[in-house]
């Protein structure tokens, strides 16, 4: 057999790692979700500075989230201190941003603020994708829903994603929203946590 040339290789073992992490992905939501089913899920708080928390995960996943573009709209010099669980953050961004990318056609664009209200922080994540109907905005939410049943684009997953996300940062003490403004127009998630207050 012919020998693979060095680009076509690097691709193959891009697609492999891919199909790896998905799998992973799959596998901790499908353990998150029995873990709170069964309310053995226990979380360790810690306080996170808003700007090098965002700036670091979306560095780090920078393979994960290939060809994606990430526009940060809040201030980098915003130090607003956030409380969570940093593994349970990090589960409901995957989700959040794992569907932007699968759902988006090509050239996924996601914005990425966070403002602060009294005791209350709010992250925004907006991206272009094909977005949802607005009677859909709390069924998403359910265990096993896809959203692949409300859009033509069928993708695969467990339906536990945002499901277990709403439900983690609701454990956190906040909350997770859905907005679209109908099909075509993209979908705005909206991560509510405890905000620390500076003294």
């Known amino acids: ?45 810690a306080d996170l500075e808003m700007t090098d928390f965002f700036i670091d995960y979306f560095a780090k996943d920078s393979s994960r989230l290939a060809g994606a573009k990430i526009i940060f709209k809040f201030n980098k010099d915003n130090r607003m201190i956030l409380r969570a669980d940093v593994n349970a953050l990090k589960v409901i961004l995957d989700n959040i941003t794992d569907n932007a990318v699968k759902y988006c056609a090509s050239s996924p664009v996601l914005q990425v603020d966070c403002i602060g209200y009294e005791n209350k922080a709010v992250i925004v994540i907006k991206d272009n994708g094909p977005g949802f109907p607005s009677h859909f905005i709390e069924t998403i939410f359910e265990a096993y829903k896809h959203l692949d049943e409300e859009l033509p684009v069928k993708r695969q997953g467990t339906g536990l994603g945002l499901y277990i996300s709403r439900q983690l940062a609701r454990k956190m003490g906040g909350d997770l929203e859905a907005y679209s403004e109908g099909e075509g127009q993209g979908a705005e998630f909206r991560i509510i946590l405890p905000r620390v207050n500076k003294k």
């Open 1 to 45: 057999a012919g020998a693979v040339d060095s680009k076509k290789l690097a691709m193959y073992i891009d697609i492999a790692l891919g199909q790896v992490e998905r799998q992973e992905k799959l596998a901790e939501n499908i353990l998150s979700g029995y873990q709170l089913k069964r309310r053995e899920l226990r979380l360790r708080f």
